[in-house]
């Protein structure tokens, strides 16, 4: 509220609204207090101010940790624009200020519980195998191992018959 005393042009402090009347009176703190409003020697919210402006220099200065990771080099503010930490020393040298960043990204989640559904887990199991026997049965052929390369085709086979992969 920007409003002057309804007696001089001072800065009002006190304000006081009637809504029964819908009158509103604004006064400076000499014309309140001759009225006989009770009047602090300070503004309260002058003093609430202050205090959350000390308490955030004394909160960033005990959060306040090295600016860039001693592994990759990537600076913290860096990460403020990406979400994206460098490597794995980046959660140590970082910690003090992931500590409340973390849990707020993860609905309050400070550890990995891992998920990975049930079906897609086999399903990648299952097509890292197919991979891998198709790349031993490739070099089987190469080496003219065919037998080999036989019992490789027969797995394969087994592998979709079981997974109903085509092969």
Known sequence: MNETCDKCDRPAEVHEIDP???????LCRE????????????????????????????????????SACPGCGLEFARFRKTGLLGCP???????????????????????????VAHRTSDVADRQALRRSILEELERAVAAEQYERAATLRDRLQTLAADGGDAT
């Not at 029964?20 to 604004?26: L, W």
């Not at 001759?34 to 003093?47: E, I, N």
């Not at 020393?89 to 998920?115: K, V, W």
């Open 20 to 26: 029964i009347q819908g009158t509103a009176i604004h």
């Open 31 to 66: 014309h309140a207090v001759q009225a006989g409003f009770d009047v602090p020697a300070s503004s309260p919210m002058a003093g609430v101010l202050s205090g959350l402006g000390s308490m955030q220099i004394q909160v960033t200065t005990e959060r306040r940790g090295p």
């Open 89 to 115: 020393q980046c959660y140590d040298s970082f910690a003090a200020q992931l500590e409340s960043i973390i849990p707020r990204s993860q609905n309050g989640a400070t550890a990995h519980l891992g998920h």
